[in-house]
């Protein structure tokens, strides 16, 4: 009898044992406060029972913020993208620099002769505008066969241009020659006045 009665003490002790933490259901709190169902997500992997529910409240609220600043990423990334076109001012187009009339002439006494059109002065530039080719291949003594005559000739054009002119007096060249020292190379002994006359066309 004593047997029985310590058996029937031992299964009532039994039945009046507390449910075990692993036997509750799956969407059970372990503890009053904390989150049921989808919530319970939102908990740490290792959950610590030593934790406040003002601690729990603040990690949810966090993962909450977070799920929202994904989702805002991921609306930004799919929306179509605004290309903005910046248009540039329009390029100003230089026009060419037109070139004088005695720019012009120069250009082509230098492809005659580019040493000679070198050489010439500014001002005796300023008579050969408007002159043709065959105009200036005789001032600088193209045409000219006669040696001391065709020195005469190439002298009085980087001297003075268009050396046909009648306000250029042949004393006037002969005086500016006594003074260059390269026509006196080129012509060391000189024949004298007439060849001055002969060179600058004023006498045959």
Request: no cysteine; glycine share 4%.
């Given at each position: 009898m004593a047997r029985k009665a310590a058996r029937r003490s031992t299964r009532k002790n039994r039945r009046a044992r507390p449910r075990r933490l692993r036997d509750l259901p799956p969407d059970a709190p372990a503890a009053e406060g904390l989150p049921r169902g989808k919530d319970s997500e939102d908990l740490p992997p290792r959950m610590s029972f030593d934790l406040t529910l003002e601690q729990l409240k603040a990690h949810q609220e966090l993962r909450t913020e977070q799920r929202k600043a994904g989702q805002r990423l991921a609306d930004s990334l799919a929306a179509p993208q605004r290309v903005i076109v910046v248009s540039s001012p329009?390029?100003?187009?230089?026009?060419?620099?037109?070139?004088?009339?005695?720019?012009?002439?120069?250009?082509?006494?230098?492809?005659?002769?580019?040493?000679?059109?070198?050489?010439?002065?500014?001002?005796?530039?300023?008579?050969?505008?408007?002159?043709?080719?065959?105009?200036?291949?005789?001032?600088?003594?193209?045409?000219?066969h006669r040696p001391k005559e065709r020195e005469v000739q190439r002298f009085a054009f980087r001297k003075f241009g268009d050396w046909r002119r009648d306000s250029l007096k042949p004393k006037d060249v002969i005086a500016a020659e006594g003074k260059d020292e390269k026509f006196k190379r080129a012509v060391p002994s000189f024949g004298g006045y007439s060849t001055f006359l002969r060179g600058l066309k004023r006498k045959d």
């Amino acid at each position: 009898m004593a047997r029985k009665a310590a058996r029937r003490s031992t299964r009532k002790n039994r039945r009046a044992r507390p449910r075990r933490l692993r036997d509750l259901p799956p969407d059970a709190p372990a503890a009053e406060g904390l989150p049921r169902g989808k919530d319970s997500e939102d908990l740490p992997p290792r959950m610590s029972f030593d934790l406040t529910l003002e601690q729990l409240k603040a990690h949810q609220e966090l993962r909450t913020e977070q799920r929202k600043a994904g989702q805002r990423l991921a609306d930004s990334l799919a929306a179509p993208q605004r290309v903005i076109v910046v248009s540039s001012p329009a390029a100003t187009t230089a026009k060419p620099a037109t070139a004088t009339p005695t720019e012009l002439a120069l250009t082509l006494a230098a492809q005659i002769d580019s040493e000679l059109a070198a050489l010439i002065e500014s001002a005796a530039a300023e008579t050969l505008m408007g002159l043709s080719e065959d105009e200036l291949r005789l001032l600088m003594g193209k045409k000219e066969h006669r040696p001391k005559e065709r020195e005469v000739q190439r002298f009085a054009f980087r001297k003075f241009g268009d050396w046909r002119r009648d306000s250029l007096k042949p004393k006037d060249v002969i005086a500016a020659e006594g003074k260059d020292e390269k026509f006196k190379r080129a012509v060391p002994s000189f024949g004298g006045y007439s060849t001055f006359l002969r060179g600058l066309k004023r006498k045959d």
